[in-house]
């Protein structure tokens, strides 16, 4: 097996399976063989995907992963071979196994590079983003201070005026972030499972409610993607890149 994905979740199709390859027709298209043993997740996200039992049995043989996802594009299951990827089932206990340093460090570099992204379209749209290169620098193990905090009372004032509050319920900006949101928090989610990780276990976010911890974590850093669609006049200003954010020696502080 190897590490390749396939991700089915811009056009309808019909799998089914003949002597070890996985077949993919889409409708008006050339049928797409691909050998199940190359095959390390199978994402269906679209809703009209057909595929036969044949598939499902295949690639778990083959000890490949499946991941069904519901309307919204968010998985709602994932089907693990019971004997032929091991993989899968390390990763699982690694990561149960983190030790709560570990996930305080992570938690750091994600908040770091979040601060990071932020700065950076304000520079884009021609902003003061000075005081975000102070912030990166002050977020440490865990993020104690909140840094993440400070950084949005600062960032949301300059992005939309001073009269903006980040508030879910409201009429304006809001509710494109939200969508926005919603769709990155998909698009995260699914990537967490076809990376064979498991996205109830987070790093930092903890709620009974949500099964996608892990995914509300690792897309912090990606949201002033969602912000620069929502600014008006943004897209004319250039594309904002996510450089990551380097290490240095007060990085497990």
């Known amino acids: 097996m190897t ?6 979740s811009q056009r309808s199709a019909y799998l ?3 002597y070890g390859q996985l077949l993919l027709d889409f409708a008006g298209e050339e049928t797409v063989s691909v050998p199940l043993s190359d095959i390390a997740v199978l994402v269906v996200a679209h809703p009209q995907v057909t595929y036969t039992q044949a598939v499902l ?4 043989k083959a000890g490949g992963v499946f991941v069904g996802c519901d309307e919204d594009h968010v998985p709602a299951l994932m089907l693990l071979p019971l004997q032929s990827n091991y993989v899968v089932v390390e990763r699982f206990a690694r990561q149960a196994e983190a030790a709560w340093p570990v996930k305080k460090r992570l938690w750091q570099q994600i908040v770091r590079a979040k601060v990071a992204a932020q700065g950076e379209l ?8 000075a005081a975000f290169d102070v912030l990166m620098d002050k977020v440490r193990s865990g993020d104690p201070s909140n840094v993440e905090a400070q950084a ?4 949301w004032p300059a992005l939309f005026g001073e009269s903006f509050r980040r508030n879910r319920e409201a009429a304006d900006q809001n509710r494109l972030l939200n969508y926005g949101y919603a769709v990155l928090r998909a698009t995260v989610a699914r990537a967490v499972c076809a990376a064979g990780l498991h996205p109830a276990l987070g790093l930092h976010h903890h709620n009974k409610y949500s099964g996608f911890p892990l995914a509300d974590d690792l897309m912090e850093p990606f949201r002033p993607l969602v912000d620069r669609a929502v600014t ?3 897209a004319a200003r250039g594309k904002v890149s996510l450089t990551p954010v380097p290490r240095r020696p007060s990085w497990a502080r």
């Open 3 to 8: 590490d390749r994905i396939l991700d089915i």
């Open 16 to 18: 089914k399976v003949r």
């Open 57 to 60: 049995a295949g690639l778990a």
């Open 122 to 129: 304000l520079r884009t749209l021609g902003r003061d983003a």
């Open 152 to 155: 949005s009372r600062r960032y």
């Open 232 to 234: 008006p006049g943004a």
